[in-house]
């Protein structure tokens, strides 16, 4: 079994990838079924991902990436989506809540998540976007846990995206993340220096 902090040293933001090298699909079922431990807000789980995987949808992808290559190079970009409104009554993750916390505590549940996320665009965003980010590092651990290497973009045009994926104004476009297989023929810059705990923690 792998050490925690040895995949913690070793995942790189992975700018080459081997086109010769495929994931098998087990292999990216088993990093997404690892990945969702992730926790969410009252267990909501408001994420959604689309695995682009053939030649066509990399096309369609890479554009709204700013043509960068490894869109195209990696064997699979995960496009990690959101929905806004997650926290709603109807959705069917209150369910799981209510088997395991009663059907009282629930219905107060429902009503807390409401005041926290329901009273603004911008909380609502923030549900979102906060909840899909904790899903996004958990995928890049777990792929490094099952030897493949990945690379998170944010550097996309969000609304690009959503339309050419046909998805609805409530799902929102929160990151890519490639994923695949170090091109050995290239190199990496090493890392960059991270700021310690001195740097970025306030005592109080």
Known sequence: ???LKEIYENRRAVNFFDKSKKIEDKTLEDIINLAILAPSAFNLQPWKIIAVKS?????????????QPKILEAPVTLIITADKNGFLPDKKAWSTFEAQAGKESTEGAKQFAHSLYGTSEEKKIKFAESNAGLLGMS????AQY????????NGI????????????EDTNVVMLITLGYFDKSKQLYPRLKRYQYSEIVTEV
């Open 157 to 168: 045009d969000f609304d690009g995206i959503r339309k050419e994926f046909s998805l609805d």
């Open 139 to 142: 995928i890049m651990y777990a």
């Open 55 to 67: 030649e066509d949808a990399k096309k369609k992808l890479c554009p709204l990436a700013f043509n």
């Open 146 to 153: 099952y030897g493949v290497d990945s690379h998170p973009i």
């Open 1 to 3: 079994m792998k050490d």
